[in-house]
Structure formats: structure tokens, C-alpha cells
């Protein structure tokens, strides 16, 4: 018999769906019926290609016993985190604060009025290394619900005393400057990896938005020191096994600080963000390792992730079926010696495992390894590793594939689309632009649909029922602009103008700071507000950067304004943890930069657009398009005419603006090109 998720749009809850739990999705409903039964609320979280969340789920809610126990004291609700980021937020805040550390799958023991009193994350079956099972930890809340009530009201008070007690310090004293982008960089290169690349110790993620900084702080000093680190991460990365050697695109982060073993997820927002940052490192070097790593990574999104509606979906599982029929991370990605006999036969197969490194031991588990580049075989024939890579491709895409969480998330859809429209345009891939469009259109489409309001995903071009977040906003808004400055298409500026005007209205506090949900959003224990990265961009600094761009595009005073008093923030904050802010520096950069406004009177795809679009200014705008309308699609070009009926382009910032050129080489030179 399925439960009420069965009614939802998110593959995690679906995936709860015939549970014995009586599973209810967040709602008023939910804590309404824990206030008539008068018993506490369970509140798990977790998402669709969650490890952990899966063992929990197998060993606790499709369990009958335990199922009983927790429909007969509890209100049982189950929150997807990629559709909910807001009430994952809250909860986590109060998880970290008590436990002094958080994860997924989130346990959450609430009161009627939502507030937390006991947490804990994933729960055993059985007792094991000193933490208590999942059994105990539901007798132990029941008894303290039933017998010490005063202790609990007492300790839920106190908890949500405490968050609302914690507003943010924002730099409300101006924008980050030379003093505080240089303290950055200097912490940076105090917990920088030389040995392997990245930053700290294991387990190690892929740090784009700080690698991102590093590429805008180079083009913008000439900081050498920046652009190694950047250089070396990245190389080390597209090197070790946290890269899959065969299909392109990054698993989610690496369990060793050698880049060897993966977490086997892939999710959507590391590989647009990466594919982005491979493009850029490009962009700046030449390389032709990042052209190939930001190719291979694009094209991976698209054959992977693109759903039938032209969107991306969020996630391939780390786990799927191996040659015994279990369920087990890694499976569909590693290799043992005799596999690649199998598949290759003697001579190729001892070529690949010294090519991908893989050793009768193994680098993973039950003797298995993880493909990658340890480079340590010489000078060796390209053709033949195209051929040993083509015919493992083609054995791997036989075995059974991991599962995809097939909802799509507006921000992360944001992040591709800026991607692809930027790796299309710079490679000469209109196909890979066209995708980028296809999947802006299904958010305009869907997602801004009827209500004039973004919704956070939708799934089979269904939206959902929760409201977008800043991040949505904002990472939505950076793609429409990138797509904007590739297609010469001014409908883009106008969506994003939409979408940023909606963050001016519904997302803005005083002083510049920003809330991750709207002023009329669903009100919960603490309005949730974080200006640090996660494995996303901050909503703070993505809007930040989506509004400083906008205003370079249109001279608008208030998005100006407000970009500059969300930076803030940053002028706090990136001294102090710069690798949690990593973005909010990248935006510091273009600030520090101007951003330049780029306008070419000539063709959209010419020689001078494309030369534009290649300016490694950080954030620098650009606007295309010929003939009497153009001024109509984009303000950056209104009364900029051709000179002697050539192309041309023109230069602008800080409201000072360069002679104009018909000349591609000067342009670049003018763009640090």
C-alpha cells in the first residue's frame, strides 16, 4: 500500500513511496495531525542519490517492526533536500550546532511547532561503535515526549532561541577591495595541496568557485601563483580517478587527497560548474588537456543528464548492480585485470591497466580500481588509446547503469546553461548552445510558467509545488546572461532583469544582506541565510554576481547598488574563509575590474564577438547584434555605430569608455586576451 508520496513529483520521496512508514511530505497537515495525536514529528532528510539514505532506508523504513513503532508515536515527514533546500537549511544549522557535525541521510525529532529537539544523521539497525540504534534513539525520544515534557519544550526553546540569535555579521562598511582579495588568495595558498592540487585534506571536493577566483584574480594582476594553483588542481583532477576516464564528467568528490577513489555520484552542479571553470582555465592557458576535460564534461551532461523536456536531471547514483546482482557503490565505473583481458585481450589489456592504472590489488574494493591517469607510462599512442577507450565504454554501457534522480532543479539548470552556452561558443559547438537553450526555454516555460514566480523543480515538465530559493535566482539569472552574451538574443537580459528584480523585492534586507527565501515564503523556525559556499555557489553571491552583470548590461543604478551592498559579505568573510567564498570573490573581482562593458556592432558569431566572448576580463559583459534594432535587444548598444561600415567594437567601464575598433587583435588586447 503506498503512502501519501506517492502523490509527490521528487524521485527521493517516490522512492519512499511503499514504505510501512506512513510517510507524510512537509506540510501544515503534518504537524497539524502531531498537534491533534499530540506526538512528536520525525523529520528525516535526505535526496535521490544519497548513499546512506538508501542503507537507512533498507534497514529502518522498509523494516515492518520498526515501521509500527514510528507510525504509532510519531508523525512520520520525509523531506527531499534538493527541493527543499530551505527547511534542509534550518534544520542542519541546528544539527551542527548540537552535534558539531551533519550530514545526510538527517534525523530530526521535532515538536508540533517545528522546533528540533533531538538530531542525529544516519541510525544503525543494531548498536554499533558507540552510537545507539535506530530502535533506542525512537524509545529514548518516545519516553522523553511522554515522561520529561518540560525538558523537551525546555530544550526545543533554547535551540531556536540560540539560531534566531545568530544574524549574520555583514560587511555592511563597504565592497571587498585589493587588501581583502590579496588576504584571500594568501589563505588560500596557505591551505593549498602542492603535493596533489586542491585545498585541505580528505575527502577532498572539487573546488571550482575557488578555482574560478584564481583564474579571475590572474587575468585581472597577472598573479602567477594564482593561476598555477588553478592549473595544477585542475590537471591533477582531470588526472585522478574522481574524473570518469571513459564517460567524461566528475563524480562528486574524491574520498582521498590524491584524487584516486570517488564518492561514484555525479551530480548536475559539479559538472556544469567544472565544465565552466575547464573552459575558462582554456581560455587563459591554451591547454589543450582543459579544452578536452570542458568537451568531454559537456557532453556528458547531454548524453547522461538531458531529460526528454530539454532540462537536466539532477543525479546519477554512485551505486548500481554488479556481475552478482548487488547493490553496490562503484559498480558500473570499475575495472579488475581480468575485465579488461576480457574485453581487450592480453596485449591491450596490460596497455590499459598501465594506461588507467589499474593493479592486481586494486585502488577500490574486492581488488577492483578506479580508471585514471597516473602518467607514469611514457610517450603513448594516441590512436590506441582512443581505441582501448572506445571498446571499454562500449563492455561498461552493457552492465547495469546507475539510476538518475530525474527531477530538475532550476539553479543547477542555470549552472549548465551558463556552461554549455560558453563551452559552445568558445569550441564552435552550436549544438552544445542549442541545448543550453532548449533547457532556458523549459525553465521560462515551466518553471515561470502561469505565477510569474520561479519554482524550484519540476519532473516530466510538471512543476513542482515549493517555491524558488535565492539560489535559484541567482543561478538562473547567470545562465540567462551567459546565454544573452553568446546568442546576441535580448530576451535573455530581459528574463534575468525579471528574475533580479524579483531578488530586489522578495530576497533583500537591510544593508545589503540577502535571505535565502522570500519575504513571503513559508515561514519557518529561522529565516535561513547563508553567504558561504556549499557545493553550489552561495544565493548571496550568485545574485550578487547576477546583479553586478546586469547592471553592467543595462546602467542600472539599483542593481548596482544592491550587488554592491550583498559584497559586503565578502569583504568579511574572504579574508577569513576564503575557500568558503570562493565565488563571492569571483564577483569581487569584477568588481575590482570594473566589470567592462563589451558592445559589438556586428554580427552575432563574427570574428570581433567571438573575440569578446574569449576576453578574459573578469565578469566583462558583452552584447552583439547589427542593424537599427539591436539597440532594442541590448542598451549596451544603443548609438554605437559601425565604423566605416565595418564591425566594431567598444570598450567601456567605470562610465569611461576606450576608442572603438574594428580590430580583433587590438579588442583582444583590450580584454586581456
Request: charged share 25%; aromatic share 8%.
Amino acid at each position: 500500500m503506498a503512502n501519501r508520496l506517492a502523490q509527490t513529483t521528487s524521485p527521493y520521496l517516490l522512492q519512499h513511496a511503499d514504505n510501512p512508514v506512513d510517510w507524510w511530505p512537509w506540510s501544515p497537515e503534518a504537524f497539524e495531525e502531531a498537534r491533534k495525536r499530540d506526538v512528536p514529528v520525525l523529520l528525516s532528510v535526505g535526496y535521490a542519490s544519497c548513499h546512506w539514505c538508501h542503507v537507512m532506508a533498507h534497514e529502518s523504513f522498509e523494516d515492518d517492526d520498526t515501521a509500527a513503532y514510528l507510525n504509532a508515536h510519531f508523525v512520520p515527514v520525509k523531506v527531499d533536500r534538493e527541493e527543499r533546500p530551505d527547511v534542509d537549511a534550518v534544520y542542519m544549522e541546528a544539527v551542527q550546532a548540537a552535534t558539531g557535525h551533519g550530514g545526510w541521510p538527517m534525523t530530526v525529532f521535532l515538536t508540533p511547532d517545528a522546533e528540533p529537539f533531538y538530531f542525529g544523521t544516519y541510525f544503525p539497525p543494531e548498536p554499533r561503535h558507540g552510537s545507539p540504534s535506530f530502535q533506542q534513539v525512537l524509545e529514548g525520544v518516545t519516553t522523553a515526549w511522554t515522561d520529561r515534557r518540560e525538558e523537551v519544550a525546555e530544550v526545543a526553546g533554547r535551540i531556536v532561541a540560540d539560531l534566531a540569535g545568530r544574524s549574520l555579521v555583514h560587511g555592511g562598511d563597504g565592497v571587498p577591495g585589493e587588501s581583502e582579495v590579496a588576504q584571500a588568495l594568501l589563505g588560500l595558498t596557505r591551505e593549498y595541496d602542492e603535493q596533489h592540487g586542491g585545498f585541505g585534506g580528505a575527502p577532498k571536493f572539487p573546488p571550482a568557485m575557488v578555482v574560478e577566483f584564481l583564474l579571475r584574480h590572474y587575468a585581472r594582476t597577472g598573479a602567477e601563483g594564482a593561476l598555477q594553483m588553478a592549473a595544477d588542481t585542475c590537471a591533477a583532477m582531470a588526472r585522478g580517478g574522481i574524473y570518469d576516464q571513459l564517460g567524461g564528467g566528475f563524480a562528486r568528490y574524491s574520498v582521498d587527497r590524491e584524487w584516486i577513489v570517488p564518492h561514484f555520484e555525479k551530480m548536475l552542479y559539479d559538472n556544469a560548474l567544472l565544465c565552466r571553470v575547464y573552459a575558462h582555465l582554456w581560455r587563459a592557458t591554451g591547454s589543450d588537456e582543459a579544452r578536452r576535460i570542458a568537451l568531454e564534461t559537456a557532453d556528458f551532461m547531454v548524453r547522461e543528464l538531458r531529460t526528454a523536456e530539454g532540462g537536466f536531471a539532477s543525479a546519477l547514483d554512485a551505486d548500481s548492480e554488479d556481475a552478482e546482482g548487488r547493490h553496490v557503490e562503484g559498480a558500473y565505473y570499475v575495472w579488475k585485470p581480468e575485465q579488461l583481458r576480457e574485453v581487450l585481450g592480453e596485449d591491450d589489456a596490460a596497455f590499459a591497466a598501465a594506461y588507467f592504472g589499474v593493479t592486481e590489488e586494486g585502488t577500490f574494493e574486492e581488488g577492483a580500481s578506479v580508471l585514471r591517469l597516473p602518467g607514469d607510462t611514457g610517450p603513448v599512442d594516441a590512436a590506441r588509446v582512443a581505441g582501448v577507450r572506445a571498446r571499454l565504454l562500449a563492455a561498461r554501457d552493457e552492465r547495469p547503469h546507475p539510476g538518475r534522480d530525474d527531477k530538475v532543479v532550476a539553479a543547477w539548470n542555470g549552472l549548465a546553461i551558463a556552461a554549455l552556452a560558453e563551452t559552445g561558443a568558445y569550441f564552435d559547438r552550436p549544438d552544445l548552445v542549442e541545448r543550453a537553450t532548449e533547457a532556458a526555454d523549459l525553465l521560462v516555460r515551466v518553471h515561470l510558467g502561469e505565477v510569474a514566480r520561479l519554482t524550484r523543480t519540476s519532473k516530466d515538465g510538471r512543476a513542482g509545488d515549493n517555491a524558488g530559493v535565492l539560489e535559484d535566482y541567482g543561478d538562473v539569472a547567470e545562465g540567462f546572461l551567459a546565454l544573452a552574451a553568446v546568442t546576441g538574443e535580448g530576451a535573455w537580459l530581459e528574463f534575468a532583469g525579471f528574475l533580479l528584480d524579483i531578488v530586489l523585492e522578495q530576497f533583500t534586507g537591510e544593508g545589503g544582506q540577502l535571505y535565502d527565501t522570500a519575504h513571503d515564503a513559508e515561514q519557518l523556525i529561522r529565516r535561513p541565510q547563508d553567504p558561504t559556499d556549499s557545493a553550489t555557489p552561495s544565493g548571496w553571491t550568485a545574485a550578487a554576481g547576477a546583479l553586478l552583470s546586469y547592471a553592467a548590461y543595462t546602467g542600472s543604478e539599483a542593481h548596482r547598488t544592491a550587488a554592491e551592498g550583498a559584497l559586503g559579505v565578502v569583504k568579511a568573510l574572504g579574508p577569513r574563509v576564503p575557500r568558503f567564498v570562493g565565488w563571492g570573490l569571483a564577483v569581487a573581482e569584477a568588481l575590482l575590474d570594473g566589470p567592462r562593458e563589451v558592445a559589438v556592432a556586428g554580427p552575432v558569431g563574427g570574428e570581433l564577438h567571438r573575440t569578446a566572448l574569449l576576453g578574459r576580463a573578469p565578469g566583462a559583459v558583452v552584447a552583439a547584434g547589427e542593424g537599427p534594432g539591436a539597440g532594442a535587444e541590448f542598451p549596451l548598444l544603443v548609438d554605437r555605430p559601425l565604423v566605416g561600415g565595418e564591425p566594431t567594437a567598444y570598450v567601456c567601464r567605470h562610465f569611461v569608455c576606450d576608442a572603438p575598433t574594428t580590430d580583433a587583435g587590438e579588442l583582444a588586447g583590450k580584454l586581456g586576451g
